[in-house]
């Protein structure tokens, strides 16, 4: 019993409906512009300040977006500047994770993956809070389940990559803040992360 109410608490928490049914979309969530690809707008990538970005796609309510630094990732479309009208994702969208699992899951364009936990799931979309405190949203089908091997080794990459390298490929963005050309900067400072 004590289980179905963690469970039940869970759900409320995370402000999912674990009923079939959708949650009414309200007026504010539908004021906004809609997006199309290609669009420019002004978004965070996880803890970060708003940057520069392009729309690459839109799923209910977030955006896929490509930022001037090559980065990808989602952002809530009420974090977006201009801010975006939000739609409910396809029903049949569905997440293998659940709020609490423990996974491995890759940040922005990075190839290594890095452990966290998910709170909160979005259709096809996992929000993860990984270890090192930054936060990105992943699709579900490309996370990993941790073992505990992973756990105990705080590695966080099946490759054997270690954290340090993804700490380290991960600060090349702001080392090459100011840099002439700074695309070529940031491929040269990950691939010295190796």
């Known amino acids: 019993m004590n289980l179905f109410k963690s469970m039940v608490a869970l759900c409320l928490l995370s402000l999912l409906s674990c009923s079939k049914g959708q949650p009414e979309l309200t007026a504010e969530d539908l004021a906004g512009e809609k997006f199309s690809e290609g669009a420019k707008v002004k978004?965070?990538?996880?803890?970060?300040?708003?940057?520069?970005?392009?729309?690459?796609?839109?799923?209910?309510?977030?955006?896929?977006?490509?930022?001037?630094?090559?980065?990808?990732?989602?952002?809530?479309?009420?974090?977006?500047?201009?801010?975006?009208?939000?739609?409910?994702?396809?029903k049949d969208d569905t997440c293998s994770a659940a709020v609490g699992d423990r996974v491995q899951a890759r940040w922005s364009t990075a190839r290594t993956f890095t452990n966290g936990t998910v709170d909160?799931?979005?259709?096809?979309?996992?929000?993860?809070?990984?270890?090192?405190?930054?936060?990105?949203?992943?699709?579900?089908?490309?996370?990993?389940?941790m073992t505990e091997s992973d756990s105990d080794e705080?590695?966080?990459?099946?490759s054997g990559v270690s954290e340090a390298v993804t700490q380290c490929k991960r600060a090349c963005n702001s080392n090459c803040k100011g840099a002439k050309n700074k695309a070529k900067c940031v491929g040269e400072c990950r691939r010295a992360c190796d």
């Open 120 to 145: 909160e799931v979005y259709g096809k979309l996992a929000h993860i809070q990984f270890d090192d405190k930054d936060v990105d949203w992943a699709v579900c089908a490309d996370l990993k389940p």
């Open 43 to 90: 978004a965070p990538l996880g803890k970060r300040k708003k940057q520069k970005a392009t729309v690459l796609e839109v799923y209910g309510k977030l955006a896929k977006l490509r930022f001037a630094d090559t980065n990808i990732g989602w952002a809530l479309l009420k974090d977006v500047e201009p801010q975006g009208a939000v739609s409910h994702p396809p």
């Open 154 to 158: 705080g590695g966080g990459s099946e």
